[in-house]
């Protein structure tokens, strides 16, 4: 097998998403663009992975991660397509084999379509093969003129007649190239056409006319090569990841009561018989079990559910995992580096911030428990607070298995309630409460006979 190499074009200003940032680093399902075309282009085993980047390169550098063979050119000024492929010349120089070539703003492509396109371009021999489509609207597109069957040129659409106009097979800006006679073909590409730019496509003609073989291989759902050039197109691509997603999903077994409102990124895995209702999102790492439920209005990012967990509405969960048969909500806020234990509660309006809360615990109301530890079958009352920030430092809580929290207490980090104690209700904990102990710190009632009608000067 030759050599793959992979040329991203991504130097483009984007001008069409009306945006201060580099169209290749808006997402689309939780993705940048370019890392879907990153991960496409993955199962190809490229040698060489050239991005080309002019405006806002620095920003692009940066939001891509070091890997072997990964290369930037950089194109200063932007004069085009084809002039784009040639700044990564210098990158391949003395390398052999096929050329690779995808723009940064196509990302819905499959890598099996990658591979047809690649094993046509070997088995023909060809010195290049344009991947095409037939859609209902190729206004904008460059438009595939044929003769006699055979792929002749490429027009671009403002510089098509009316009746390449009519044409409805479209340019998907994505190729595979004989490295050998590339670059010297490039330098003879000019840019005398309505954009005054130097075009990749021109390169079909130029090979046409020297007599050697061009290639195309027409896709069947030209969904997989919308190039996003604005927000409306970037919605309609978010779009199709939404239901690709989805319908996966529901295939494998999973319910999703409004699949329109379920928001579910490309690398989150849901077991079956889990039900997930509408407005939901679930990003990033997430994995959830069997026979979950996800009630509406829940996010949940970077998380791990086992199964049997029932988040209850408006839910948010962060970096946290919820074991199994947990309960979780309305209305709860689960924090970074938190893990809630198997059958445990936590109700709502509680916040937990990497905090454990141990099997068969409950926080059933209105509480925050931060950098706490708490063990099994310990009963947080309504209203506890960790204070484990003085002001400088976050400090430790530690409630052993079996302990009772009463409502509206306060612990003082650093502090231990030892295995079974009791804490009364409206109590500050400063001190580490012995096991088996009742703690509390309220001082005696007092009512004051008569002080209402002293303080109005009526009768209550
Ligand atoms: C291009 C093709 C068109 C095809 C369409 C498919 C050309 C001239 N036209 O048009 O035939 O139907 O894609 O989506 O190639 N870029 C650079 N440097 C430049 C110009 C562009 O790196 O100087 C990059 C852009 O960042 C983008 C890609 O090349 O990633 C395509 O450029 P764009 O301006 O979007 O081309 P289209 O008009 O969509
Ligand atoms: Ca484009």
Known sequence: MPDIHLVILAAGKGTRMKSAEPKV??????????????????????????IVVGYMAAQIREAIPERPGLRFALQEPQLGTGHALLQAEPHLAGAEGTVVLLSGDVPLLRPDTLRALITTHEGSGAAATVLTARVADPHGYGRIVRKEGRIAAIVEHKDATPAEREIDEINSGIYAFALAPLFDALRSIGSANAQGEYYLPDLVRIYRARGLNVEAVMLEDAREILGVNSRKELADVTAILKTTKNDELMAAGVSIVDPASAWIGPDVAVGRDTVIHPNVHLEGKTRIGERCEINAGVRIVDSTLDDGVVIHNFCVIRDSHIRAGAQIGPFAHIRPQSDVGEEAHVGNFTELKKTTLGKGSKANHLSYLGDATIGEKVNVGAGTITCNYDGTRK????????????????????????????????TTIRENVPSGALAVSAGKQRNIEGWVEKKKGTKA
């Open 25 to 50: 680093l808006h997402r689309a399902g939780g993705l940048r663009l370019i890392d879907h075309v990153l991960r496409a282009a993955s199962s190809l085993d490229a040698r060489t992975t050239v």
């Open 395 to 426: 400090h430790q809580t530690v409630i052993e298995d079996g302990a009772f929290i009463g409502s509206d207490t306060q612990l003082i980090a650093p502090v231990t309630v030892h295995r079974g104690a009791y804490v009364g209700t409206g």
